[in-house]
């Protein structure tokens, strides 16, 4: 059974059609929300996400878009004059919950009006949830209708109380050299324009960022390249190299072409390589210190290689680097001696004479 419950108010017919779930509001299929919290919370995120400017813009060019209907269907229906006919469709719209409608002045001459709401949904909604932004879907309503009266492009300026009771819109209406679709058309320009300039300044910032960062590195390098891996000399013709921490392509090469020169400019005879100090070891730390070995061997410098870990030694049997001819001692101290030819001093014994 398709009962159906009916009831006119303002001269509107409302009827409900439970079975379906289902309103009608001048024929029209209609729904029920609460304006808080239903309505805010439908809303409010879209403000938050787009920005309130571009929210009011979207919303009042899209509530002027059936003001056609409105002005021609209604407002020149209900009423005698502009001014009564509108007042009608306010008292119609009010059974909806829209607000109580005023028209204090309007004026065709001057193009010129003002339309007043008290109690209007909008405030209704943005007051009990927390956050203010305003009456769009009313202030498109009302500018589409008074554009279809006045005959020219219209712009209403909006003035709301939150603090009267209840709370008021008033929205001055005047003529204006653009429609709302041009309005919102650059309106968006305008924020593309804006996040464009932010985007810019961003890429700016992080380019900024970026450069620092090189110089940081590039000071870093320098240090790098003046502390680590110093080349010592020990004796005439005998050098020791130090090599602590990660052993990188960058630093080998740079280690590499440093110790060189420093063999040929002092005429030595031996490199001692320290690897005590050498971070882990991998196949490429591997392969780049049997490089600097071979060099060496290359411009008839004898090597001698201390602190060989067990894991250097085995990556360099499996990738087949030749240490053929190389001195490897456990210590710098055994490297010296071997090297230089120094040797521990002996003890003299004295002899004692017993005593008688």
């Known amino acids: 059974m398709d009962a159906r419950l009916s009831i006119t108010i303002n001269d509107v017919p409302i009827v409900w059609a439970p079975a379906i779930g289902d309103v009608s509001f001048f024929g029209l299929s209609s729904v029920l929300f609460w304006t808080n919290p239903s ?14 400017d571009l929210f009011r813009m979207l919303v009042a060019h899209s509530s002027s878009l059936g003001t056609e209907e409105d002005y021609h269907s209604m407002v020149t229906v209900l009423g005698s ?17 829209w607000g109580s409608f005023e028209l204090p002045f309007f004026d065709v001459e001057s193009c010129t009006a003002e ?17 203010l932004w305003g009456c769009p879907f009313l202030q498109g309503k009302v500018i589409g209708i008074l554009a279809h009266a006045l005959g020219q492009r219209c ?9 009267s009771d209840p709370p008021t819109v008033t929205f001055s209406v005047r003529a204006w050299e653009r429609t709302l679709d041009e309005e919102l058309k650059r309106l968006r320009a305008e ?4 996040a464009e300039a932010r985007l810019t300044q961003q890429v700016e910032t992080a380019a900024a960022a970026l450069r620092e960062k090189h110089r940081e590195i590039d000071e ?10 110093p080349i010592l000399q020990v004796w005439d013709g005998v050098l020791v190299v130090p090599i602590v921490g990660a052993l990188s392509e960058t630093r080998t090469e740079l280690l590499n072409a440093k110790l060189l020169q420093r063999v040929v400019d002092q005429s030595a005879t031996h490199v001692v390589l ?3 100090g050498l971070d882990a070891v991998d196949n490429q730390v591997a392969e780049r210190l049997g490089a600097t070995v071979t060099a060496l061997k290359l411009i008839g410098t004898e090597c001698s290689v201390v602190g060989l870990s067990s894991d250097f030694a085995r990556r360099a049997v499996e990738l087949d680097i030749s240490f053929g001819g190389v001195r490897v001692l ?27």
């Open 155 to 163: 712009w209403a300026d909006e003035e709301i109380d939150v603090d």
């Open 191 to 194: 924020q593309i324009r804006a």
């Open 39 to 52: 309505m805010f919370r439908l809303l409010e995120p879209l403000v938050e996400e787009i920005g309130v």
């Open 274 to 276: 320290d690897l005590t």
């Open 330 to 356: 456990r210590t710098l101290a055994d490297a010296l001696r071997d090297v230089v030819g120094l040797q521990r001093p002996q003890k003299s014994l004295v002899h004692r004479s017993a005593k008688r």
């Open 115 to 131: 339309v007043r709401v008290v109690n209007p949904w909008e405030l209704r909604m943005q007051t009990a949830g927390g956050r």
């Open 81 to 97: 004059s502009f001014t009564e006919g509108f007042l009608a469709w306010g008292r119609a719209v009010s059974a909806a919950g």
């Open 220 to 229: 870093r390098d320098a240090i790098i390249r003046t502390l680590s891996s």
